[in-house]
Structures are given as structure tokens and as C-alpha cells.
């Protein structure tokens, strides 16, 4: 069964239309990419999956669940673009806050905590606070968190933002391992050539449709790259 059901959806921010009837679905186990340039539409459709605002028409489901039923939400972890939590946490609170938000306590807690601080390599920032910490710092920080707890979904917006050359390597990792576990990842980037690597399943929003929804594979076998892809894909649909 598709993890993710989009059916028919329409949003507008008073009278301008961020989504105009998009309708997608995403196969469990894929790694999935929505793609698209600045002001698409990407983060509203976020926001709608995790029912963070309502949609105008159309329905969303999360593992046949509509998103309106927090139920839905049962094993579904969010990174927004720039994580923050409380300042004064250290990375080792803020983990062991999302843990027992998941009703994980004592030892199993602690293992999980310390695996995921030393999968992001921030073990040494373990008892830094937040507050004290530079931006990329707290983003791996933010990714730490999607490995606490039993994750399926993990939704990602714009993961690789403020990340440096060997924390995007490791986030990549993560991803990959993350997929072998059969987990589903739902990403929202820009950043066309990481996603060329990772993903099995694209999607491209612009203005608020949906120009194109496929595999990378298939993309790939009629391309030179994902980039030159996009870039058609989104002249094109400027030019109707
Ligand atoms: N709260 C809001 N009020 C009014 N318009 C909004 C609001 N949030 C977003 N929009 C508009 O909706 C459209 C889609 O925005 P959205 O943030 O979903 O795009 P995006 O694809 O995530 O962009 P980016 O890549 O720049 O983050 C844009 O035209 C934006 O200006």
C-alpha cells in the first residue's frame, strides 16, 4: 500500500493558490523528492501532510489514516528546514526529550540517544547547549532526532541546507541506511544532484502544480542528469 495518498488537493493563501489539484502518491520503503524552485509550494504541502494547516479541497492520507486523525501521525518524524528547539537544551536533552515523547525511557533511551549522537559524529557536543552551538551543529542535531525511536516516515524539508561537505556525505549515509531499514522518506529540496544520488521516486512542483511525478531511473534513461531534467521540466511548464 502507498504510504502517502494525495488526492485532488487545492490550497490558497487568500486569494493566490500555493497548490493547485495535486494528486501523488508515494510507495512505502522509496526514497521520494519533491523538487521544485523557490515559492513551488513545497513547505505548504508539508504543513499539509502533518496537518499543520488544512487543505481547501482535496484529502491527505498517512498510512490510510486521513491527516486529520492524529493517528496518522504515529511514527512519522519532521525535520523543518532550520531546527530549533528550547537554547537552553543540550544535544543530549533535546534527544532524550524526543525519546520520551515516544515513551522510551532508561537504558534503551540512553542507547538509542548515544547511537544516533555518534551516527551524526556529535558525541563530543553531547552536553553542549543548543545556544552554544553553530548552525550546522544544531541541524545534525535536528537529524539526530529522526533516528530516535521507530520512525517509518521520516519527512525531511530541506535537509542539506547549512550542512557541510562531509555533513551532507553523512546525512546521504544515514539516508541509505535508513532505506535498507524499509523506511520511507519524503524530501523537499533543492539541491538536484544529492537527490540524483539518493532517490528512487521525484516529483517537480511549480507554482503550484505538478509537472512531472516518476522515477529517477526512468527520468535518467531519457536524460544526461536529474538537473537538466528539472530545468526542461520547469521552462517548459513556465512557458504554457
Ligand atoms: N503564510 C503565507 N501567507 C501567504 N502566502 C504564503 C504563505 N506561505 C507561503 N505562501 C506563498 O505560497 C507559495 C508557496 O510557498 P512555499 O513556502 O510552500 O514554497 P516552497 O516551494 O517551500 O519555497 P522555498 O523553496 O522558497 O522554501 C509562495 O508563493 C509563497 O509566497
Known amino acids: 500500500m502507498d504510504i ?22 508515494i510507495q512505502r520503503g522509496k526514497v521520494f523528492s519533491l523538487l521544485g524552485p523557490n515559492g513551488a509550494g513545497k513547505t505548504t504541502l508539508v504543513k499539509l501532510m502533518l496537518n499543520l494547516m488544512h487543505t481547501d479541497s482535496g484529502s491527505i492520507e498517512i ?3 486521513n491527516v486529520n486523525d492524529k493517528n496518522s501521525r504515529m511514527g512519522v518524524a519532521f525535520i523543518p528546514e532550520k531546527f530549533s528547539f528550547f537554547p537552553f537544551y543540550t544535544a543530549r536533552g533535546v534527544l532524550e526529550f524526543f525519546g520520551k515523547m515516544k515513551g522510551i525511557e532508561g537504558v534503551e533511551l540512553t542507547a538509542q540517544v548515544n547511537s544516533a549522537l555518534e551516527e551524526l559524529q556529535i558525541s563530543d557536543l553531547a552536553n553542549r547547549k543548543l545556544s552554544k552551538m553553530s548552525k550546522g551543529q544544531m541541524q545534525r542535531v535536528g537529524l539526530a532526532s529522526i533516528l530516535i525511536g521507530n520512525n517509518d516516515l521520516i519527512v525531511l524539508d530541506e535537509p542539506f541546507s547549512g550542512l557541510d561537505p562531509i555533513g ?3 546525512l546521504k549515509e544515514i539516508i541509505k541506511k535508513l532505506k535498507e531499514q524499509g523506511k520511507t522518506m519524503f524530501i ?4 538536484l544532484l544529492e537527490m540524483e544520488q539518493i532517490c528512487d521516486e521525484i516529483a517537480i512542483l511549480n507554482k503550484g502544480k505538478l509537472l512531472f511525478a516518476g522515477s529517477v531511473a526512468s527520468v535518467l534513461e531519457k536524460e544526461k542528469s536529474l538537473d537538466d531534467f528539472f530545468y526542461r521540466t520547469v521552462n517548459e511548464g513556465r512557458a504554457q
Open 63 to 65: 498510512n490510510g489514516l
Open 188 to 191: 523537499n529540496s533543492h539541491i
Open 168 to 170: 551532507i556525505r553523512d
Open 4 to 25: 502517502i495518498q494525495i488526492k485532488d488537493i487545492s490550497k490558497s493563501y487568500g486569494p493566490d493558490f500555493a497548490l493547485t489539484d495535486i494528486s501523488l502518491n
